[in-house]
């Protein structure tokens, strides 16, 4: 099998059978705790942050969006919570393979691409009773309301370079498209 493949296959693992091996937990910590610390340089991201603090507190859009060794393993083993315990349970309650989507991009044909992705991915587990139905809708409490629209913000970034963002929110279209 090429590449694609393997990778393919590995990345299904971690959906079909993934190991919650607590041995590797805090190389993996250190490892997205090394990747955040890379993105909130970015300028795009420092951007990104700054619009989802704007947004209304009781939204999902405001909440922290990643994680970094303080919200992934300091904080839990301070509260005597074992992350890879909470991270077992969240996947049993929350993983759901009818909810999700994969693209994938290369340059092996389209039929091959699918292919690969049938082989890896048609026999995934259902997850949790109901899981179908349940679609987490985040357009409620609005993101930002009217009171918070209208803003001019200037950001400070950490290279020179010249962005202009406009924003505006959109109503929920899922039902358009059910």
Same mark, same amino acid.
């Given at each position: 099998?090429?590449?694609?493949?393997?990778?393919?296959?590995?990345?299904?693992?971690?959906?079909?059978?993934?190991?919650? @091996?607590?041995?590797?937990?805090?190389?993996?910590? *250190?490892?997205?705790?090394?990747?955040?610390?890379?993105?909130?340089?970015?300028?795009?991201?420092?951007?990104? !942050?700054?619009?989802? *603090?704007?947004?209304?507190?009781?939204?999902?859009?405001? *909440?922290?969006?990643?994680?970094?060794?303080?919200?992934?393993?300091?904080?839990?083993?301070?509260?005597?919570?074992?992350?890879?315990?909470?991270?077992?349970?969240?996947?049993?309650?929350?993983?759901?393979?009818?909810?999700?989507?994969?693209?994938?991009?290369?340059?092996?044909?389209?039929?091959?691409?699918?292919? @690969?992705?049938?082989?890896?991915?048609?026999?995934?587990?259902?997850?949790?009773?109901?899981?179908?139905?349940?679609?987490?809708?985040?357009?409620?409490?609005?993101? #930002?309301?009217?009171?918070?629209?209208?803003? #001019?913000?200037?950001?400070?970034?950490?290279?020179?370079?010249?962005?202009?963002?406009?924003? #505006?929110?959109?109503?929920?279209?899922?039902? !358009?498209?059910?």
């Amino acid at each position: 099998a090429g590449a694609a493949e393997e990778g393919l296959d590995r990345f299904a693992d971690f959906f079909r059978a993934p190991l919650f @091996n607590k041995t590797f937990v805090k190389k993996e910590v *250190h490892a997205i705790d090394s990747e955040h610390a890379k993105n909130k340089q970015d300028s795009s991201y420092r951007v990104i !942050e700054v619009i989802r *603090h704007l947004a209304n507190p009781d939204s999902m859009v405001s *909440h922290f969006q990643t994680g970094n060794k303080k919200t992934l393993y300091d904080t839990p083993k301070k509260r005597g919570e074992d992350p890879v315990d909470a991270l077992e349970i969240y996947f049993k309650n929350r993983y759901c393979p009818a909810m999700m989507r994969l693209v994938t991009y290369g340059p092996e044909p389209l039929e091959d691409q699918l292919g @690969n992705v049938t082989n890896n991915f048609a026999y995934m587990p259902d997850g949790p009773p109901g899981c179908q139905f349940d679609a987490r809708n985040f357009s409620q409490p609005p993101a #930002w309301p009217r009171k918070q629209n209208g803003k #001019w913000i200037t950001i400070r970034g950490t290279q020179p370079e010249a962005q202009l963002w406009v924003v #505006w929110t959109l109503p929920d279209v899922r039902k !358009e498209f059910a």
